[in-house]
């Protein structure tokens, strides 16, 4: 865990927060969207994630709906749903990976970003009786195991969510690493004000529909966001959302998150 950074910890239990739908296309745009709101509400650095399991043959299915996937309202449902999809998939076809994105966001604008992936295998049927979601299913090759067979400590040895968190603590373990925090001005993306986005129908740009629910710092003057496509990210540490807007908004705009894997 975090214990070796001697942070002190505290949970959503502590503030009354209404989190935010997830509704990005991606597990770092969830993530940065989830750890930006609660920076932005609590002044405090806030630590989310997200993650999932993606099915290369299925295209990345089920992806950041891993959790809701068909409409399933348990795992076994899941489970069950997942298989059905397979059912034509046979010996590589049936390869996937979890992917885990860990993002640490701070009040002041600055996030960063920690990733951690694992490679696997879907089989055809489940087996053990540990974890969750879709661990009975995963089964890992290096370890000759599903998720589900492993204890707590073996399946933190090789988990995704793991990876991320030893990638995190290796930044962290001489104290916080270098950044650089470039604020946004109020209501605008790129230095174009909120009220008149550029090229709003050529370019793909339109209101972000959760303006209402995020504000902008700027009463009644929602964000922009583009229709399509996902952020990129630069490779420095701490670089500002400005080069590149986000395709969903986080709570007011000025957090980046330079991503780093384990």
């Given at each position: 865990?975090?214990?070796?950074?001697?942070?002190?910890?505290?949970?959503?239990?502590?503030?009354?927060?209404?989190?935010?739908?997830?509704?990005?296309?991606?597990?770092?745009?969830?993530?940065?969207?989830?750890?930006?709101?609660?920076?932005?509400?609590?002044?405090?650095?806030?630590?989310?994630?997200?993650?999932?399991?993606?099915?290369?043959?299925?295209?990345?299915?089920?992806?950041?709906?891993?959790?809701?996937?068909?409409?399933?309202?348990?795992?076994?449902?899941?489970?069950?749903?997942?298989?059905?999809?397979?059912?034509?998939?046979?010996?590589?076809?049936?390869?996937?990976?979890?992917?885990?994105?860990?993002?640490?966001?701070?009040?002041?604008?600055?996030?960063?970003?920690?990733?951690?992936?694992?490679?696997?295998?879907?089989?055809?049927?489940?087996?053990?009786?540990?974890?969750?979601?879709?661990?009975?299913?995963?089964?890992?090759p290096?370890?000759?195991?599903?998720?589900?067979?492993?204890?707590?400590?073996?399946?933190?040895?090789?988990?995704?969510?793991?990876?991320?968190?030893?990638?995190?603590?290796?930044?962290?373990?001489?104290?916080?690493?270098?950044?650089?925090?470039?604020?946004?001005?109020?209501?605008?993306?790129?230095?174009?004000?909120?009220?008149?986005?550029?090229?709003?129908?050529s370019?793909?740009?339109?209101?972000?529909?959760?303006?209402?629910?995020?504000?902008?710092?700027?009463?009644?003057?929602?964000?922009?966001?583009?229709?399509?496509?996902?952020?990129?990210?630069?490779?420095?540490r701490?670089?500002?959302?400005?080069?590149?807007?986000?395709?969903?908004?986080?709570?007011?705009?000025?957090?980046?998150?330079?991503?780093?894997?384990?």
């Open positions: 865990g975090l214990a070796p950074l001697g942070w002190t910890l505290l949970t959503l239990a502590d503030f009354a927060l209404r989190m935010p739908k997830e509704e990005g296309a991606t597990f770092l745009e969830n993530a940065l969207l989830k750890a930006a709101y609660v920076a932005k509400a609590t002044g405090l650095p806030a630590l989310a994630d997200d993650s999932g399991l993606e099915v290369y043959a299925l295209g990345g299915e089920p992806g950041v709906y891993s959790a809701r996937y068909g409409g399933r309202a348990t795992d076994r449902e899941r489970n069950v749903y997942l298989l059905e999809r397979m059912r034509h998939l046979k010996g590589e076809e049936r390869k996937a990976r979890f992917v885990a994105v860990l993002v640490l966001a701070y009040p002041d604008g600055h996030a960063e970003a920690y990733e951690g992936s694992v490679e696997g295998v879907i089989l055809e049927a489940p087996r053990g009786e540990g974890g969750f979601g879709y661990d009975p299913l995963f089964y890992v290096e370890a000759g195991k599903t998720f589900a067979e492993m204890g707590l400590e073996e399946k933190a040895r090789y988990s995704h969510r793991g990876k991320a968190l030893r990638a995190l603590l290796e930044a962290y373990k001489d104290g916080p690493p270098p950044r650089e925090v470039s604020k946004l001005e109020c209501g605008t993306w790129r230095g174009f004000p909120a009220s008149s986005p550029p090229g709003s129908t370019s793909g740009w339109s209101p972000s529909p959760s303006a209402s629910t995020w504000g902008s710092g700027c009463p009644g003057r929602p964000f922009w966001r583009r229709g399509s496509g996902s952020p990129s990210f630069p490779s420095g701490g670089s500002s959302w400005r080069s590149s807007p986000p395709s969903s908004p986080t709570s007011e705009g000025p957090f980046s998150a330079p991503r780093r894997s384990a």
